[in-house]
């Protein structure tokens, strides 16, 4: 009886610091043994590598084939890392298809790097279970001691961290913890976070950029531009952001709010000023993009002849059918389209006049080189004595001094856009600057005196 309740105690304290699965030891027992590596370390002035192993394409089997095909497989893997077991290192099994080593460092530098390598070439070999041929891989993030952190709890959540970072770039992938770019990680994932709260609880704003008659200083309209209010207080550009709501399948959610808020505000304007609006190709890849402005404009009563749709000239060369398609329902509606940051990638004039738009945008890129530039400052004349014969009014974006725009009015541009004649501002002081903007007003007739042809 003596002996079974010896087996049994055994039985107990295995089960407590091993995976029953894999026979490994788990993550309590990884952690004890971190420690001690990590005090005997501290006392003898030693390194210590922490890797953190996750396997690509694991849960794809288990999905296909089950999860009983996935326990096989898991146990097959785990064979093959137990080669680390040895002189190189301690194995564990952390959770679901995740494991980690510990490893104690040399004198080689390498040495991380290069257990990293031999475990993705090891586990990249295929695998045969029950007549199945099985391919995966791992993605590997390690952290170091004592650059990375000091106790076990920090060196495991940079190796995670690291890990993730492998896995965002690809397969098959070693990273080693990064501080700088760790911080990007963690930044991103905060925004991500705080994209989705803003679409549940008003955090989105919109700001709007004024755009200017090139000739007289008269005030057109205001090109509507969304921000994100993070939690901590900053306010995002959209080019900070907005990739991100993209990848998180959100951005087509934002256009549709940024329409509606826009068309809505602009609603009270002065009749004789119109309001841009970008959209984007997840729009018209949707299908509900004119439902959406038709929504937006009978909920706004805003007219549709004084909205300007904003394209970019790669939107129209990736899908040139579809896109055309519903331009034209646009333009049905009343509403005029405008070609956006034109000159910035493989412009093409067939299209300008193939899709009859109405405005052609100047790139920023070309509008910063017109007045250091012959080369640049040729071509922008000759776009928009182009683009006039067209039939179409040309704005140029990006105006960020008074040379700028005294050669954009010489040229006969129509409209300037830019922080040297107004930044983005918040809708609470549009109607402020709508006021200001009166013909008759001072401030106007200052604009008017900066865009005059200096005849000093």
């Not at 060196?155 to 990064?178: E, N, P, V």
């Not at 129209?316 to 405008?338: N, R, Y």
């Not at 140029?396 to 040379?403: D, P, T």
Request: aromatic share 6%.
């Amino acid at each position: 009886r003596a002996q079974q309740r010896q087996k049994v105690d055994e039985r107990i304290h295995f089960l407590a610091h091993h995976d029953p699965l894999t026979q490994l030891p788990n993550r309590a027992r990884f952690i004890e043994a971190l420690s001690e590596a990590l005090a005997t370390a501290t006392a003898t002035g030693g390194r210590v590598a922490v890797h953190y192993i996750d396997f690509d394409g694991f849960k794809l089997v288990n999905d296909r084939l089950g999860h009983e095909m996935g326990d096989k497989l898991l146990t097959v893997l785990a064979e093959r890392l137990s080669v680390f077991n040895a002189d190189q290192g301690h194995i564990a099994r952390l959770g679901g298809d995740e494991f980690g080593i510990i490893q104690i460092v040399g004198d080689n530098e390498n040495e991380p790097t290069e257990l990293g390598e031999q475990v993705i070439s090891l586990v990249s070999k295929p695998i045969e279970i029950a007549g199945h041929q099985l391919n995966v891989g791992c993605s590997i993030g390690t952290a170091l001691f004592p650059e990375h952190g000091q106790n076990h709890d920090a060196l495991l959540a940079c190796a995670d961290q690291a890990m993730y970072r492998a896995k965002a770039i690809g397969s098959g992938i070693h990273s080693l913890f990064d501080k700088n770019i760790d911080h990007e990680l963690r930044r991103r994932a905060d925004v991500e976070e705080d994209i989705r709260q803003a679409l549940d609880e008003d955090g989105l704003e919109l700001h709007f950029q004024p755009e200017y008659d090139a000739q007289n200083g008269t005030l057109l309209g205001f090109e509507a531009l969304v921000r994100l209010s993070r939690s901590n207080g900053e306010l995002l550009a959209a080019e900070e952001f907005i990739p991100i709501a993209k990848d998180l399948g959100l951005i087509e959610q934002i256009d549709q709010w940024v329409l509606a808020e826009s068309c809505a505000f602009a609603a009270n304007w002065p009749s004789n000023l119109r309001l841009s609006v970008n959209l984007s190709p997840k729009q018209f890849a949707s299908g509900r993009l004119i439902q959406h402005v038709a929504n937006a404009l009978k909920a706004s009563g805003f007219p549709a002849e004084r909205l300007v749709f904003e394209i970019t000239e790669r939107l129209v060369f990736d899908d040139l059918k579809h896109v055309h398609a519903q331009l034209c329902e646009l333009k049905a509606m009343g509403a005029s389209i405008a070609i956006d940051d034109f000159g910035a990638a493989s412009s093409s004039i067939s299209y300008l006049w193939n899709f009859q738009l109405d405005h052609m945008k100047i790139d920023q890129w070309l509008i910063d080189r017109i007045a250091m530039n012959t080369s640049a400052s040729d071509v922008t004349k000759a776009l928009i004595d182009l683009t006039h014969s067209l039939g179409m009014k040309v704005t140029a974006e990006g105006v960020e001094s008074m040379r700028q725009a005294e050669m954009l009015k010489s040229y006969g541009c129509d409209a300037v856009q830019g922080f040297w004649l107004g930044a983005p501002i918040p809708m609470q002081d549009v109607a402020a600057h709508i006021m200001t903007a009166g013909r008759n007003n001072q401030a106007v007739d200052e604009v008017h005196e900066r865009l005059e042809v200096s005849t000093a």
